[in-house]
Every structure is written in structure tokens, then in C-alpha cells.
């Protein structure tokens, strides 16, 4: 017998075929940027298969289904078309490392990033050596400073090629590769020689003459602060008032989110309106889109302008307006301009949360009739965008804000009169004494503001930070997420199935990956630790440690990250060289070790004796180990090729362990780079067997001596590297964790 309400169901999709269309192709596309970057053969099979759903439209009822089918398809050819050269990543991997000369254009806006900025760039010419180097693809040209290089601006920057820096939870080449851009340019120099004309630099323009009319009108830091407050930008804003508008939730007030565009469209069509009448809306348009572009085009913004450009234009037009239709065509009219949003962390919360406002705010809002009315909305608005962008806010940010709910209920309400007067202010600076005087008022407001941040981050846990967020429990929280939303729009009869889903998802997801945890092959983590090294092996068995590099909050960071939760001991504690580099992170570990190995020779320094007596003093037993033993630990043989047996401990780079760790898969790791050339070439001849891969020595400056490099031909190379420490005649292939991040590779 059919089932009615599955009939009624799937019927009623066809009342919403845009909605599930733009879904379709949103999920393809996305899935394929995030799951399956750059593999051309994919969409071609894609795209392939998506022809026959047209006939597959007319003989399935709903029709919108084979449709969906199709767009998703379509989605994921968009997302892995090949580039134009599909021979540029290797040019550009040759070219990495060396100091090139560009010109070109910007193609995008810029970004604030590590204390300067960054855009993108096609070049003209790009000069490596003197020589041009043939087509590498676009840069990512990043620099420090107050340059400002807006798009359409041609430039001229001199710096070092290098590979875009990975993150282990985020993978920027991939998010790069879908510009076409395989190479970061980490400039010295940076000139802007022929500036964008004609309406290419009116945002700029905009941007540039507001700045001035409010650093003319109001003091430091009230300027900075209403600068971010309207246009998004970031720039003078003290350290410390960032830090407690990070702690409580109200960082969100320095971007251009859909908030301001909604505010500045209601501005807009309360001047325009009295005015123009029913001709206000395509004024009102295009200055919407002006205000997101000045703005810099964020994708809060964007999507803010194109979802109000939509109801604006519907009303005009007599109608009606959907907001789930209107936010999924904006979500795949975004992904299909740019595949490369997927991994956008701003274009992730902005849909997330506008979703979780939508679904949340309501039944929140019904449950807090005792706040009043002002604080009522703007507290439910900002505890539902938390629950729904929860899982994004700890990865990316690494911060939760308990208080922000309150926070933003102090704050909102005011918003709406900041931005109008702070809009104000730009065309009364002609008028420089009406501009100071309006902005007298303003100014109570922005310190108003300021105050709320400072008071609140002072609370006790105003912020809780967050280590490590990993996506399965992403993954488990919005199963569990959705199906209570679910439970609470479905018949009553089919409520306890949902709340049943949501309980039993998160709980099977969570046992899955914790299992795959516990079970993970083995696998060795060359640690982002900073000026210094330190190497992690791990297997089902146990865990070993290699050096703590120099800072204990770094490799506490680091081993909780990558240990399980309930692993809080090693197997095995080696201490290669006695160099703060090597020993400072020791300084307080909490996890006891079974074994602590150190070199058998009278080296100098107090540091490294003092991390081996309190891992002795917790129950570790200490072993002196000289070339020729070989040690077995956590699935691991650990192969001593240095010191020497009587090596002089006062010279540097002779008495320090050298290690071969070999895996059962006969995989191998060399940690040699303590030893000085002498010592390599020594230890050389007593390599039992190949290395898979091998630890360059004094920090990636140099490469092995020419002996290691013949007993270890063919080996992966690594350097352990501080963020933008310059290493120079490393071949391209070099895995450098100041790129890198951590760097985890199977053994």
C-alpha cells in the first residue's frame, strides 16, 4: 500500500523547485571543493551524467527531483573545471622558495591578515632571478605595513615565492587552487604603480574619503571603531578593545554582516522613498551594492545585499518573497561565482547563522517574554546564531562566549542609530565643525560600546577557549542539532522519531570516529612548535615524543590535539640535544612517560637533566643510549645511530642522539639534524636501512651532509621551521612546518 503522506511530501516539493534546486547544486559543489579538490576526471564524469537527467525529468514525478539530480551534478563539474594550465603547479612548485619581482594586477579586493594585508594577484610578468618565469598562475601577494592596494590597482612587489600555508584543519591550497593560485608571495616591497579608474575604483574611492572624514571628525580609538562599525574595516582598533569584543561575542560588530546592509537598506528607503516614491527601489539597489562592495565585498555582505536586493525587488514587482528560497539561491549564485567560498570561514557563519536565526529566534524569543521588549529580540537573534554557528566559532576562533547573548542585548539596539549617524558623517565633513560637533553624540555611543566589551570580558569565563574542535564532533553536534529543529516542526507522531535520530546520530558518530582514533595506523607528527623541534610517533600501542621544542603551552596545545582524550601517557620521552629548542616545552608536562631516553655523554646545560629528573621522579626510567642499541617502544624500533660511544659532550653537534624509528610497515624517520657534519658523516655509516623520511638539520638552514644524502637518497625531506623564518637552498619538495603547520605523515 502507498504511503499518503510520503505522496503528500514529495508533492509538496514542487511547490518550492527553486529551493531544492539551488540546495542541490549548493551541496554538490560544496562537497566536491571540500572532499575532492582539483580532480578534473570527477567532474567530467559529473557533468557527463548529468545530461541524462533530463530524461529522467519525464518519467519521475515530481519532475524537481531529477532536476535537483542534474543541478547537483552540474555543481560538482563547477566546482573541479581544470585550470588553464594544468602544468602551472608544477612550474610553480619549482619556482617556490626563491625571491621573484612581480607586476600585475589585483583582482580582488584586500584582506587584513597577520598583521598586513593580502590579495590577489594575476601577473604580468613575474620575475625570478632576473629571468621571467613562464606562467605559474596567479599569487596571493601578502605583505606588512600600511599599504593599501585596492582591485583593479596594477602593482610592482618584490619578496620570496613560497607554497600556501596549510592548516590541518583547513587546506588553502586547495582553497587557493580554485583561483588559480598555487604560490604566495611574502613581499618586502610592495608599490602600487597605476591605480583602478572609472567605477572599478569608486568603492575604493569611497572607502579612502570616509576614512578621512572620520579621522577629522572624532578621536582615536572612537574613529577606528566606527570605521569597522560601518564599513568592516579593522584598522587602528587597540589591541586590547579586540580582544574583549573577541571575548564577548561583539567581534561580529567590525565586519560588514548582512546586520548593517539590512539597516542600511532600511536607511536608504527611508530617504529615498518620500522622495522617488515606487522608483526608490533601483536607487536603492545599486547603492545596497555599492555599500557591500565599499565594505569589501565580504561574503556576510554580499549575501546580505543579494537576499535584500531579491525582497526589494519582489515588493517592487507585487511578488511574494521567500526567505528559504531567497537565502538558498544566494547561497548557490555565491558558489557558482566563486567555488572557492566553501572553505570561506565568513561565508560559512554567514549562512549558518542566518539559518539558525531564522529556525531558532522564534521559539527562543517566546520563552523570554520576562526581559523586555528592546532586549528581548536582539538576545534570542544572538543566542540562536551561537547554537547555529557553535562548531565554526571553536574551530576557527578557538573561543566561546557565554556572555555574548548578553553583550549583544546591550548593544544591538543601538546599532541601527550608529550606523546612520556614523553615515552621516561622511557628507557633513565638507562642513568640518557641523562633522565634530554631530559627532559629540556619536562618540558617547561608540564608548558606550567600548565600555560593555571591557565590563564583560572582565566576567569570570566571559570566554572559554577551545584547543581543539574536531569536525566529527562538528559533525555530531548538528545531527543531534537537527534533529531536535526537526522534532519541533514535524506531526506529533513523528516527534519522538526525530528525537530519536537526534540523540542516536551524534552517539553513533561519536563512537565511529573515537574508534577510528584509537585505531589509527601508524603515523609520526613533526610539531609546529615554533623556533625549535619536536616529533610525536604515535600507533595503536602507545605514543612516543621526540623533543618539546621551546614552548610549553605550544606542545600542550599540540599533544592535545592529536592524542585521544584518554591517552595521557608516552610510551617513551627522547631528549636529542640539550638546546632550549629542544627541552623548554618539558617545563611543566603533565603526561608521565614510561621510558626517557638521553645521550650517553656528558653534554652541557641544566634544562634537559631537569625534564628527565621529574620524568624519573613521576616513574620513568632513564636510559643512556649510544650507537648500536636499539630500543622497541609503542610498535616502534628505535635504531641509535649517535653519539659515539666516549663522543666529547662540550662540543655542539657531536654527543647529541641520532635516531632511525622504523614502523611494522617498514616506513622509517631519521632524526639526525642535531648532529654537526662530522657526525653525520659517522652516523651515516651506520644506517641500517633506508629513511623515508628525514629531519634536515639546524632547523632546515642547511641541507645533510653529502653522505646522509647518499644513505638516505630519495627520502622526503623536513625542516622544522619558525612561522617565516627565511631557509634558503632548500630544494621545492622540502615539507617546512612554518607552511606546513603540523606536518603528519604515515608510517
Same mark, same amino acid.
Given at each position: 500500500?502507498?504511503?499518503?503522506?510520503?505522496?503528500?511530501?514529495?508533492?509538496?516539493?514542487?511547490?518550492?523547485?527553486?529551493?531544492?534546486?539551488?540546495?542541490?547544486?549548493?551541496?554538490?559543489?560544496?562537497?566536491?571543493?571540500?572532499?575532492?579538490?582539483?580532480?578534473?576526471?570527477?567532474?567530467?564524469?559529473?557533468?557527463?551524467?548529468?545530461?541524462?537527467?533530463?530524461?529522467?525529468? #519525464?518519467?519521475?514525478? /515530481? @519532475?524537481? &527531483?531529477?532536476?535537483?539530480?542534474? +543541478? =547537483? !551534478?552540474?555543481?560538482?563539474?563547477? *566546482?573541479?573545471?581544470?585550470?588553464?594550465?594544468?602544468?602551472?603547479?608544477?612550474?610553480?612548485?619549482?619556482?617556490?622558495?626563491?625571491?621573484?619581482?612581480?607586476?600585475?594586477?589585483?583582482?580582488?579586493?584586500?584582506?587584513?591578515?597577520?598583521?598586513?594585508?593580502?590579495?590577489?594577484?594575476?601577473?604580468?610578468?613575474?620575475?625570478?632571478?632576473?629571468?621571467?618565469?613562464?606562467?605559474?598562475?596567479?599569487?596571493?601577494?601578502?605583505?606588512?605595513?600600511?599599504?593599501?592596494?585596492?582591485?583593479?590597482?596594477?602593482?610592482?612587489?618584490?619578496?620570496?615565492?613560497?607554497?600556501?600555508?596549510?592548516?590541518?584543519?583547513?587546506?588553502?591550497?586547495?582553497?587557493?587552487?580554485?583561483?588559480?593560485?598555487?604560490?604566495?608571495?611574502?613581499?618586502?616591497?610592495?608599490?602600487?604603480?597605476?591605480?583602478?579608474?572609472? #567605477?572599478?575604483?569608486? /568603492? @575604493?574611492? &569611497?572607502?579612502?574619503?570616509?576614512? +578621512? =572624514? !572620520?579621522?577629522?571628525?572624532?578621536? *582615536?580609538?572612537?574613529?577606528?571603531?566606527?570605521?569597522?562599525?560601518?564599513?568592516?574595516?579593522?584598522?587602528?582598533?587597540?589591541?586590547?578593545?579586540?580582544?574583549?569584543?573577541?571575548?564577548?561575542?561583539?567581534?561580529?560588530?567590525?565586519?560588514?554582516?548582512?546586520?548593517?546592509?539590512?539597516?542600511?537598506?532600511?536607511?536608504?528607503?527611508?530617504?529615498?522613498?518620500?522622495?522617488?516614491?515606487?522608483?526608490?527601489?533601483?536607487?536603492?539597489?545599486?547603492?545596497?551594492?555599492?555599500?557591500?562592495?565599499?565594505?569589501?565585498?565580504?561574503?556576510?555582505?554580499?549575501?546580505?545585499?543579494?537576499?535584500?536586493?531579491?525582497?526589494?525587488?519582489?515588493?517592487?514587482?507585487?511578488?511574494?518573497?521567500?526567505?528559504?528560497?531567497?537565502?538558498?539561491?544566494?547561497?548557490?549564485?555565491?558558489?557558482?561565482?566563486?567555488?572557492?567560498?566553501?572553505?570561506?570561514?565568513?561565508?560559512?557563519?554567514?549562512?549558518?547563522?542566518?539559518?539558525?536565526?531564522?529556525?531558532?529566534?522564534?521559539?527562543?524569543?517566546?520563552?523570554?517574554?520576562?526581559?523586555?521588549?528592546?532586549?528581548?529580540?536582539?538576545?534570542?537573534?544572538?543566542?540562536?546564531?551561537?547554537?547555529?554557528?557553535?562548531?565554526?566559532?571553536?574551530?576557527?576562533?578557538?573561543?566561546?562566549?557565554?556572555v555574548g547573548p548578553i553583550a549583544n542585548a546591550a548593544v544591538l539596539p543601538i546599532l541601527p542609530l550608529i550606523v546612520a549617524a556614523g553615515l552621516l558623517l561622511g557628507p557633513l565633513s565638507i562642513l568640518p565643525d557641523v562633522a565634530r560637533a554631530a559627532?559629540?553624540?556619536?562618540?558617547?555611543?561608540?564608548?558606550?560600546?567600548?565600555?560593555?566589551?571591557?565590563?564583560?570580558?572582565?566576567?569570570?569565563?566571559?570566554?572559554?577557549?577551545?584547543?581543539?574542535?574536531?569536525?566529527?564532533?562538528?559533525?555530531?553536534?548538528?545531527?543531534?542539532?537537527?534533529?531536535?529543529?526537526?522534532?519541533?516542526?514535524?506531526?506529533?507522531?513523528?516527534?519522538?522519531?526525530?528525537?530519536?535520530?537526534?540523540?542516536?546520530?551524534?552517539?553513533?558518530?561519536?563512537?565511529?570516529?573515537?574508534?577510528?582514533?584509537?585505531?589509527?595506523?601508524?603515523?609520526?607528527?613533526?610539531?609546529?612548535?615554533?623556533?625549535?623541534?619536536?616529533?610525536?610517533?604515535?600507533?595503536?600501542?602507545?605514543?612516543?615524543?621526540?623533543?618539546?621544542?621551546?614552548?610549553?603551552?605550544?606542545?600542550?596545545?599540540?599533544?592535545?590535539?592529536?592524542?585521544?582524550?584518554?591517552?595521557?601517557?608516552?610510551?617513551?620521552?627522547?631528549?636529542?640535544?640539550?638546546?632550549?629548542?629542544?627541552?623548554?616545552?618539558?617545563?611543566?608536562?603533565?603526561?608521565?612517560?614510561?621510558?626517557?631516553?638521553?645521550?650517553?655523554?656528558?653534554?652541557?646545560?641544566?634544562?634537559?637533566?631537569?625534564?628527565?629528573?621529574?620524568?624519573?621522579?613521576?616513574?620513568?626510567?632513564?636510559?643512556?643510549?649510544?650507537?648500536?642499541?636499539?630500543?622497541?617502544?609503542?610498535?616502534?624500533?628505535?635504531?641509535?645511530?649517535?653519539?659515539?660511544?666516549?663522543?666529547?659532550?662540550?662540543?655542539?653537534?657531536?654527543?647529541?642522539?641520532?635516531?632511525?624509528?622504523?614502523?611494522?610497515?617498514?616506513?622509517?624517520?631519521?632524526?639526525?639534524?642535531?648532529?654537526?657534519?662530522?657526525?653525520?658523516?659517522?652516523?651515516?655509516?651506520?644506517?641500517?636501512?633506508?629513511?623515508?623520511?628525514?629531519?634536515?638539520?639546524?632547523?632546515?638552514?642547511?641541507?645533510?651532509?653529502?653522505?646522509?644524502?647518499?644513505?638516505?637518497?630519495?627520502?622526503?625531506?623536513?625542516?622544522?621551521?619558525?612561522?617565516?623564518?627565511?631557509?634558503?637552498?632548500?630544494?621545492?619538495?622540502?615539507?617546512?612546518?612554518?607552511?606546513?603547520?603540523?606536518?603528519?605523515?604515515?608510517?
Open positions: 500500500m502507498s504511503d499518503p503522506g510520503g505522496g503528500r511530501s514529495l508533492r509538496s516539493l514542487a511547490r518550492v523547485p527553486a529551493l531544492i534546486i539551488a540546495l542541490a547544486w549548493s551541496i554538490g559543489l560544496a562537497a566536491a571543493v571540500v572532499m575532492a579538490p582539483s580532480q578534473p576526471w570527477l567532474g567530467a564524469v559529473a557533468v557527463a551524467l548529468a545530461i541524462p537527467c533530463l530524461a529522467l525529468a #519525464l518519467a519521475i514525478r /515530481p @519532475a524537481v &527531483l531529477a532536476f535537483a539530480l542534474m +543541478a =547537483a !551534478l552540474l555543481g560538482v563539474g563547477r *566546482a573541479e573545471l581544470p585550470a588553464s594550465d594544468p602544468n602551472a603547479v608544477t612550474r610553480a612548485a619549482f619556482v617556490a622558495g626563491q625571491t621573484a619581482t612581480v607586476a600585475g594586477r589585483v583582482a580582488d579586493d584586500s584582506r587584513a591578515a597577520s598583521g598586513g594585508s593580502e590579495v590577489l594577484v594575476e601577473p604580468d610578468v613575474v620575475l625570478v632571478g632576473g629571468v621571467p618565469a613562464p606562467n605559474i598562475g596567479n599569487l596571493m601577494v601578502r605583505w606588512r605595513g600600511p599599504q593599501v592596494a585596492g582591485f583593479g590597482d596594477q602593482i610592482n612587489a618584490t619578496g620570496r615565492l613560497v607554497l600556501p600555508r596549510d592548516l590541518p584543519s583547513f587546506d588553502r591550497r586547495a582553497y587557493l587552487a580554485q583561483r588559480h593560485a598555487y604560490l604566495e608571495l611574502d613581499a618586502t616591497s610592495i608599490n602600487v604603480t597605476n591605480p583602478s579608474t572609472g #567605477l572599478t575604483a569608486l /568603492p @575604493a574611492w &569611497l572607502r579612502t574619503r570616509y576614512t +578621512a =572624514a !572620520l579621522d577629522s571628525s572624532m578621536p *582615536a580609538p572612537h574613529a577606528a571603531v566606527l570605521l569597522g562599525v560601518v564599513l568592516g574595516i579593522r584598522h587602528g582598533i587597540p589591541p586590547e578593545l579586540q580582544q574583549a569584543l573577541i571575548a564577548t561575542g561583539l567581534i561580529h560588530l567590525l565586519v560588514l554582516s548582512g546586520l548593517k546592509v539590512a539597516v542600511f537598506a532600511r536607511i536608504l528607503q527611508g530617504a529615498l522613498r518620500p522622495i522617488l516614491g515606487r522608483y526608490a527601489t533601483w536607487p536603492a539597489l545599486c547603492l545596497i551594492g555599492l555599500y557591500a562592495l565599499a565594505g569589501g565585498a565580504t561574503p556576510a555582505a554580499i549575501r546580505a545585499a543579494v537576499m535584500g536586493g531579491m525582497a526589494l525587488s519582489a515588493a517592487n514587482l507585487g511578488r511574494p518573497s521567500h526567505v528559504w528560497t531567497s537565502l538558498a539561491t544566494t547561497a548557490a549564485a555565491m558558489l557558482a561565482w566563486r567555488p572557492e567560498l566553501a572553505w570561506d570561514v565568513g561565508f560559512q557563519l554567514s549562512f549558518a547563522g542566518t539559518t539558525a536565526i531564522i529556525l531558532l529566534t522564534p521559539a527562543i524569543e517566546s520563552r523570554l517574554g520576562w526581559i523586555p521588549p528592546v532586549l528581548r529580540e536582539p538576545f534570542a537573534v544572538t543566542c540562536a546564531a551561537q547554537i547555529g554557528t557553535l562548531p565554526m566559532m571553536a574551530t576557527d576562533f578557538h573561543v566561546l562566549s557565554p559627532a559629540i553624540p556619536l562618540a558617547g555611543l561608540l564608548e558606550y560600546l567600548e565600555q560593555v566589551a571591557y565590563l564583560l570580558a572582565r566576567l569570570p569565563a566571559a570566554a572559554i577557549p577551545v584547543v581543539k574542535f574536531p569536525p566529527w564532533l562538528g559533525l555530531a553536534y548538528y545531527a543531534g542539532l537537527g534533529g531536535l529543529i526537526g522534532a519541533r516542526h514535524v506531526a506529533p507522531r513523528g516527534r519522538a522519531l526525530a528525537v530519536g535520530g537526534g540523540v542516536a546520530a551524534p552517539l553513533l558518530i561519536a563512537v565511529t570516529a573515537l574508534a577510528m582514533w584509537a585505531q589509527a595506523p601508524a603515523q609520526v607528527d613533526v610539531l609546529a612548535v615554533g623556533n625549535g623541534q619536536a616529533l610525536l610517533f604515535r600507533s595503536p600501542q602507545g605514543a612516543i615524543l621526540v623533543d618539546a621544542g621551546p614552548s610549553p603551552t605550544r606542545l600542550k596545545d599540540e599533544l592535545g590535539q592529536l592524542m585521544p582524550p584518554w591517552q595521557t601517557r608516552l610510551d617513551l620521552l627522547a631528549i636529542t640535544a640539550p638546546g632550549l629548542g629542544h627541552v623548554g616545552g618539558f617545563a611543566g608536562l603533565d603526561r608521565p612517560a614510561a621510558t626517557v631516553v638521553v645521550p650517553e655523554a656528558q653534554i652541557t646545560g641544566s634544562a634537559w637533566r631537569t625534564a628527565a629528573f621529574e620524568a624519573s621522579a613521576r616513574g620513568a626510567r632513564v636510559i643512556r643510549a649510544h650507537a648500536g642499541e636499539v630500543l622497541q617502544a609503542a610498535g616502534f624500533r628505535l635504531e641509535v645511530i649517535s653519539p659515539e660511544p666516549g663522543a666529547a659532550g662540550g662540543e655542539v653537534g657531536v654527543a647529541y642522539l641520532g635516531l632511525r624509528v622504523v614502523a611494522t610497515s617498514a616506513r622509517s624517520f631519521c632524526d639526525l639534524s642535531d648532529l654537526d657534519v662530522d657526525a653525520q658523516t659517522v652516523a651515516a655509516a651506520r644506517l641500517q636501512g633506508t629513511c623515508t623520511y628525514l629531519l634536515l638539520p639546524s632547523e632546515g638552514h642547511s641541507l645533510p651532509s653529502p653522505e646522509i644524502q647518499h644513505a638516505a637518497a630519495g627520502a622526503q625531506l623536513i625542516a622544522s621551521l619558525a612561522s617565516g623564518r627565511l631557509a634558503r637552498g632548500l630544494p621545492p619538495s622540502v615539507l617546512r612546518t612554518d607552511q606546513e603547520g603540523t606536518i603528519t605523515l604515515p608510517m
